[in-house]
């Protein structure tokens, strides 16, 4: 079994940053994918970011490329959101997420985190 905490969320103005990060413990995941999504209020739990085992491959939702960088660090069981730019729209429960089938859907992940709210005001 994998345990995911996430942290770091929180209230920032628009504009402003903020980095989320997530932790795994029990079975070590170096060699899984890991992924963050997020789901608004009365909204799909939707994709953000995903990264390989060894971090060589990245994807990104398209309402978030260019402001968020995904990260990971196997040594710590760790994983990364740095979150630049933010809009009142990326305004959601982040929730972290580890597996090993396609990055892009929710289907490809076994476990996950209980989620960390992220707000941006206007």
């Known amino acids: 079994q994998v345990q995911l905490v996430e942290s770091g969320g929180g209230l920032v103005q628009a504009g402003g940053s903020l980095r989320l990060s997530c932790a795994a413990s029990?079975?070590?995941?170096?060699?899984?994918?890991m992924g963050w999504f997020r789901q608004a209020p009365g909204k799909e739990r939707e994709f953000v970011a995903a990264?390989?085992?060894?971090?060589?491959?990245?994807y990104y939702a398209d309402s978030v490329k260019g402001r968020f960088t995904i990260s990971r660090d196997n040594a710590k069981n760790s994983m990364y959101l740095q979150m630049n730019s933010l809009k009142p729209e990326d305004t959601a429960v982040y929730y972290c997420?580890?597996?090993?089938?396609?990055?892009?859907?929710?289907?490809?992940?076994?476990?996950w985190g209980q989620g960390t709210q992220v707000t941006v005001s206007s």
């Open positions: 029990g079975r070590t995941f170096s060699s899984g994918n």
């Open positions: 990264i390989s085992s060894s971090g060589g491959r990245t």
């Open positions: 997420a580890a597996g090993y089938g396609l990055m892009y859907y929710r289907s490809g992940y076994s476990y």
